[in-house]
């Protein structure tokens, strides 16, 4: 069963209680289990092209003709459901429709006669192969930690690595003058790594790291990149690398939403303030990052006001956010909300964008998750979705998720169920990503740390840096050796475990 979803809008119609902050129209997710396509009838030509499909299921035969009975027929149509398979199965003249995303005129499947076309992330519109069928060139290669041309190879053009300018090179997605600090380029036995040079440079020193070593002082640690003794740095301090900080992370300040601060900062990925330092917040600024922020860096007090407690201003709140005079904290689930529900909203800023996001309220509805519902106060979650199979369509309560275990599967009526997956969507007026269960319309199955050369080979559809990705809100659903941070996709980030 293959499955293919769209967003769009729909009116919100009845609600159990206002709230200036609530949404007013319903993301819709179509799950469409397809049925029908396209039958063979006689070849009219005389010399009939002998065909036999691969084991692959690839079809042999030119665009126009499918193999059937070991020759390639031209088909003759009967009208179904349009599927992502290289014919046009609604027989409308086009050929998979619907199935293009992110609008950059190649569908997630390709063409079905070469496996090569399919587009391996399909929600970012600068990332694709080429496309024969349309006369759509590969996407350009460009030093940014992606597979942009889906061949296979990150930040890689032609076999070799992508250009960048003057004498720097491309090292983990960015064009820079290679250092001591970065791999590949550490020092050698004997030497440290001076991080006061700029660059930093390797010099003889005491190596922390060699037999015999003296060990370091209080509140220090043994750097094995620099192989010197350093403080580690509390989230929110100015950092270079991940292994300056506490916490292992060190993010683009962009990411976190912060304005004013230093190009990279240390953070901790949370799922709610209860993640966090007494003087942190749990920012999910709706850039699609979720992490520990020092109160002052985003120019916030912290109050004691649990989720959902009324407020006059920000700084009534622990969470530091106050929205439509209630206490606004961030969550991923339940658990995190102290009895009250994980819920939808959309939140509108003074410059009049919509941002949307889940924190602890009180439930608007009874339904929860894929129950029918009507409206958005319907459900538990705050959050009403429609999913189609052929030409029905049922509206059902959809969820948020910290990782993909968290996701139901959706039952489905006649074919049982159909598996789901926590992942990122853009909901219909909104410009920001939200971290919500979806239903899988693609086969890969891998898991974080197995080798990948497109998202949808991987079970959360992450493929970073050549490895796939789980989704994630703290670093304790990652598997050892990997932590939860958030990976740039496009212009908008995910929360991922990465090395």
């Known amino acids: 069963m293959r499955s293919c979803r769209r967003l769009r809008g729909r009116p919100d119609g009845r609600r159990r209680r206002e709230a200036p902050w609530r949404g007013a129209r319903a993301l819709v997710v179509t799950l469409a289990i397809l049925v029908g396509g396209c039958s063979a009838l006689v070849d009219p030509d005389d010399r009939p092209l002998q065909c036999v499909v691969g084991a ?3 079809d042999p035969c030119p665009v126009g003709r499918i193999c059937v009975d070991g020759v390639c027929r031209p088909p003759t149509c009967v009208p179904g459901e349009e599927r992502c398979d290289g014919v046009d199965n609604d027989c409308d003249g086009a050929v998979d429709e619907g199935h293009d995303r992110d609008g950059d005129g190649v569908p997630w499947c390709g063409d079905a006669r070469d496996p090569a076309s399919r587009d391996c992330d399909d929600e970012a519109p600068d990332v694709h192969p080429a496309y024969p069928r349309s006369e759509i060139a590969a996407a350009p290669e460009v030093c940014n930690g992606r597979d942009d041309d889906c061949d296979g190879s990150v930040d890689a ?16 997605g960015v064009c820079k003058v290679p250092s001591c600090l970065d791999a590949g380029h550490r020092c050698p036995e004997g030497q440290v790594c001076d991080t006061t040079r700029t660059p930093p440079e390797c010099v003889a020193g005491d190596d922390c790291t060699r037999a015999g070593a003296p060990e370091c002082g209080p509140g220090q640690e043994c750097d094995p990149v ?8 509390p989230d929110g301090m100015p950092c270079s690398t991940d292994g300056d900080c506490q916490s292992r992370s060190c993010v683009e300040s962009a990411a976190l939403g912060v304005s004013g601060a230093a190009t990279y900062v240390c953070a901790s990925a949370c799922c709610s303030d209860g993640d966090c330092g007494p003087e942190a917040i749990c920012w999910s600024s709706g850039t699609g990052a979720r992490m520990c922020v020092p109160a002052r860096l985003l120019g916030r007090t912290v109050g004691s006001g649990a989720p959902g407690e009324s407020c006059d201003s920000s700084s009534d709140c622990r969470s530091g956010r106050c929205a439509g005079e209630e206490c606004f ?8 909300c102290n009895g009250l529900a994980c819920g939808f909203h959309y939140l509108r800023a003074p410059d009049g964008s919509t941002s949307a996001a889940f924190a602890c309220d009180e439930p608007p509805g009874r339904v929860t998750t894929w129950g029918e519902c009507n409206a958005h106060s319907d459900c538990r979650s705050g959050l009403c979705l429609e999913l189609c199979w052929g030409f029905a369509c049922v509206s059902v309560c959809g969820q948020s998720c910290a990782t993909s275990a968290d996701c139901p599967a959706i039952p489905v009526p006649v074919f049982g169920s159909h598996p789901t997956y926590c992942g990122g969507a853009m909901l219909s007026g909104a410009s920001t990503p939200v971290q919500i269960c979806l239903p899988r319309q693609h086969a890969g199955t891998a898991r974080t740390g197995a080798r990948c050369g497109r998202g949808d080979e991987c079970h959360d559809r992450g493929c970073v840096a050549g490895a796939c990705a789980d989704t994630c ?14 990976v740039r996709v496009g212009s908008r980030w995910q929360m991922r475990c990465v090395e």
């Open 226 to 233: 620099t192989r010197r003794c350093r403080m580690l740095l």
């Open 473 to 486: 809100c703290v670093s304790a659903h990652c598997p050892s050796g990997t932590q939860c941070e958030p």
């Open 329 to 336: 904290a961030t969550c991923a689930v339940d658990a995190h």
């Open 56 to 58: 692959d299921g690839i």
């Open 157 to 172: 053009a032609d076999g070799n690595a992508v250009p960048c300018p003057g004498g720097e090179q491309c090292i983990e």
